[in-house]
């Protein structure tokens, strides 16, 4: 039975490859900082010399919301560059059969055409509010294409739009937004307070329920042979506003008359709209779990597990 060490294996994408792991007929190693510092080459190595994986799916990443990345670009750039330098050497260094990378729509140029493609990855600056993590991000593609070009090392990128999905980060300052909204509006209702969303609600996103991506990633590992990287996602006409998610989320909570705008509050990037055209020629239709309902799953996970959750 082959090896596939998860990387990030305790974080919102791993939880979600965890819960699907037991319909796939390999070992699954899901590693988390606790067990393992890929900041750390000796530590890194250490890894691979325990369980010389075939596969290596690599999730683990210094990962947060606009707020964060704006907050701590040092952080997003040096530990990202870092972790994802030791992870490609070492899986090149003890021969992984295939190796899958994880990048974010967020890296690709600002000032773009829409919709956005895999072949428009380094055509320009990314969105300032997150350069630092793109960058980073980019140069894992870079790192992946180099190996295989000179050593022919099955070495590739999937690139996700928004993921949300239980088991996320919940914590108010660094969480993504729909974590961070769910988070917020809960506290809201119990202390009778105003649920605070930031900015105008204008901005444009598209996202995917880790555990849909969790299925898509199993499919790039054995179904995808090509080099270049490939975006998993809904389709455009699933992007929402953020002004949606935030009425869905207090809809749950049945808080929607206390919804207000912090229009002081940055938005970020306006859209990053992806076309998800090389995926579904890939996998022919698949049917997404629709936003509603996986708010709905999240929302009622975050209240029976508030205690545990990251926060
Ligand atoms: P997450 O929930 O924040 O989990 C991050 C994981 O990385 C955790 O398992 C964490 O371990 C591990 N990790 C962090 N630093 C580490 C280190 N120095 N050594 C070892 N492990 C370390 O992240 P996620 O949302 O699942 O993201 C998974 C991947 O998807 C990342 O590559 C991210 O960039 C990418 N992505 C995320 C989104 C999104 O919306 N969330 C969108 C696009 C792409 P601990 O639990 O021990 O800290
Ligand atoms: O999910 P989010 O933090 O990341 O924010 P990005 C999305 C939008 O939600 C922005 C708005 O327009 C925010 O202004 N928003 C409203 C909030 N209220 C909140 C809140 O309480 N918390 C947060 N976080 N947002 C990230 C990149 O960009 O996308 C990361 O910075 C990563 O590097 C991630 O790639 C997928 O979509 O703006």
Redesign the pocket.
């Known amino acids: 039975m082959y090896t596939i060490l998860v990387?990030?294996?305790?974080?919102?994408?791993?939880n979600a490859v965890k819960n699907i792991s037991t319909n796939y007929n390999y070992e699954f190693i899901f590693?988390?900082?606790?067990?393992?510092?890929?900041?750390s080459f000796e530590s890194t190595k250490q890894m691979f010399e325990k369980y010389k994986p075939e596969y290596v799916i690599?999730?683990?990443?210094?990962?947060?919301g606009l707020f964060k990345n704006m907050d701590d670009k040092v952080g997003m750039l040096e530990?990202?560059l870092m972790?994802n330098y030791n992870i490609v050497k070492c899986s090149h260094d003890y021969k992984v059969k295939k190796f899958v990378g994880?990048?974010?729509?967020?890296i690709f140029p600002d000032n773009t055409t829409y919709p956005i493609n895999e072949t428009m990855l380094h055509n320009g600056p990314p969105h300032t509010s997150n350069d630092a993590?793109a960058y980073a991000?980019r140069m894992l593609e870079i790192q992946c294409k180099a190996y295989n070009e000179q050593y022919g090392d099955n070495f590739v990128c999937i690139i996700?739009?928004?993921?949300?999905g239980s088991?996320?980060?919940f914590n108010l300052n660094d969480a993504?937004v729909i974590p961070a909204l769910i988070h917020k509006c809960y506290l809201a209702k119990q202390n009778g307070e105003k649920f605070v969303v930031s900015g105008s609600g204008n901005a444009l996103r598209q996202f995917i329920y880790?555990e849909d991506l969790a299925k898509l990633i199993m499919v790039v590992l054995e179904q995808y042979n090509e080099k270049n990287s490939i975006i998993l996602s809904v389709s455009e006409k699933d992007e929402v506003s953020i002004d949606y998610i935030a009425k869905l989320i207090a809809k749950e909570f049945d808080y929607l008359d206390n919804l207000v705008y912090d229009t002081n509050k940055p938005d970020g990037q306006y859209k990053k709209t992806a076309d998800n055209g090389k995926l579904i020629n890939l996998i022919g239709d698949y049917e997404f779990i629709e936003i509603e309902n996986g708010i709905k799953n999240v929302v009622k996970w975050f209240c029976e597990n508030y205690y545990n959750v990251?926060k």
Do not use: E, F
């Open positions: 990387t990030g294996g305790s974080g919102l994408v791993g590693i988390s900082s606790k067990d393992y510092d890929l900041s690599h999730l683990a990443a210094c990962v947060g530990k990202n972790i994880c990048l974010s729509t967020c993590y991000k996700p739009t928004n993921i949300y088991y996320d980060n993504h880790s990251r």
